[in-house]
C-alpha cells in the first residue's frame, strides 16, 4: 500500500484535518462492510480458513498471466464445459486472451450452436461463429437440475465475482476433496465431502485429476496446476478490465502525490514571509 507521508501538524488545515478524518471514517466502514462480505459468508459456512494462494492478478499492481488464462480455458472447455455454461461471454471474447482472429474462430468453429429447426422439426445447428455466446449444455434450468440429482451447476462467466471466497476459495474446493468427513458426518447419495463447500458437502463429483488435460504448451497437467489455471481463467473472464482498473488507479495515485507535493511547495512558498 502506497502511504503519504503525514503533514507536520502546525501546517495541517483546518479543511485537510476534517477531510482526513471523513476519509479515515470511510476506511473504517469500508473494512467493516468487507468484515460482513462474501468472504465472510464463506468462512461462516465452514470451519476450514481458506489457504493462502499467490495470484498475479493480486494486490493494485497485479496483471494476468495470459498463458494461464490460456490453459484455464483448455480446462474449462474440456472439463467444466460439460455442465457449466458461460453466457455472458462470446468466441470473440477469447480474443482478450492473446489469440489471433484465425485461432477464435478455429475455436469457435469447434462448437456448434442451434438454428432452429428443419422441416420435420427436428433441431439444426451450425459451426459457432465470433459472436456466438458459450452456451449451457443443458436447454432449461430443469434439464440441468434434473441431470445433477437436483442441483443446477451455476453459470460461470461471473463466478469469481459472486462465488464466496472468491479465487481462492474456488482453487481450495477444486483441490479439496478425497477428506475423510468429521466423525458423525452423513454425506448422502450423490453428495461429496468437501470442507470448503458450503456445510461441508457437494453435489459436484471431483472435476480435476492429473492428465486430465493436455496443454499445448507441454506444461504438466497436475490437478494442482489445473485448478490454478481454471481459476485463473475464471477471474479473467469474471474481470476483463482488472489491469486496466489497476493502471488507472496508479495513474491516480501518481497524480495525487504529485499534486500534493506541489501543494506543499505552493503552501509553503505563500507563507514563507509569515514569522
Known amino acids: 500500500m502506497i502511504r503519504a507521508a503525514p503533514f507536520p501538524p502546525r501546517i495541517v488545515p483546518r479543511t485537510m484535518r476534517r477531510a482526513a478524518i471523513c476519509l479515515s471514517l470511510l476506511s473504517v466502514a469500508a473494512g467493516a462492510a468487507g468484515a460482513i462480505g462474501p468472504a465472510s459468508q464463506a468462512h461462516a459456512q465452514s470451519a476450514h480458513p481458506v489457504p493462502s494462494h499467490a495470484w498475479s492478478f ?22 467444466c464445459s460439460a455442465c457449466h455454461g458461460m453466457t ?14 484465425e485461432q477464435v ?6 462448437h456448434r450452436v442451434p438454428t432452429g429447426g428443419d422441416a420435420a422439426g427436428k433441431p439444426v445447428t451450425r459451426p459457432a461463429t465470433a459472436d456466438d455466446h458459450l452456451r449451457s449444455p443443458y436447454a432449461t434450468p430443469a434439464l440441468a437440475a434434473a441431470a445433477n ?3 443446477r451447476p451455476p453459470d460461470q462467466s461471473r463466478l469469481e465475482v459472486v462465488y464466496p471466497g472468491g479465487a481462492s476459495r474456488m482453487r481450495a474446493l477444486l483441490l479439496g476433496y478425497g477428506q475423510a468427513p468429521p466423525a458423525g458426518m452423513q454425506v448422502p447419495a450423490g453428495s461429496f465431502y468437501n470442507p470448503y463447500a458450503a456445510n461441508g458437502m457437494i453435489a459436484m463429483p471431483p472435476p480435476l485429476h492429473d492428465g486430465g488435460v493436455t496443454y499445448a504448451d507441454g506444461t504438466a497437467p497436475t490437478t494442482a496446476q489445473q485448478a490454478d489455471d481454471v481459476v485463473t481463467f475464471l477471474t479473467w473472464a469474471a474481470r476483463p478490465h482488472l489491469e486496466e482498473r489497476h493502471r488507472t488507479g ?5 497524480f495525487l502525490l504529485v499534486l500534493l507535493v506541489l501543494t506543499f511547495c505552493l503552501k509553503r512558498r505563500i507563507w514563507s514571509d509569515v514569522h
Open 58 to 79: 493480486s494486490g493494485p499492481l497485479g496483471t494476468f498471466d495470459m498463458a494461464a488464462v490460456q490453459r484455464g480455458y483448455a480446462v474449462y472447455d474440456h472439463v
Open 88 to 101: 455472458a461471454l462470446t468466441y470473440g471474447d477469447l480474443g482478450g486472451m492473446g489469440l489471433t482472429e
Open 105 to 110: 474462430a478455429r475455436i469457435a468453429h469447434a
Open 149 to 151: 440429482h437436483g442441483a
Open 250 to 254: 496508479v495513474r491516480v495515485v501518481v
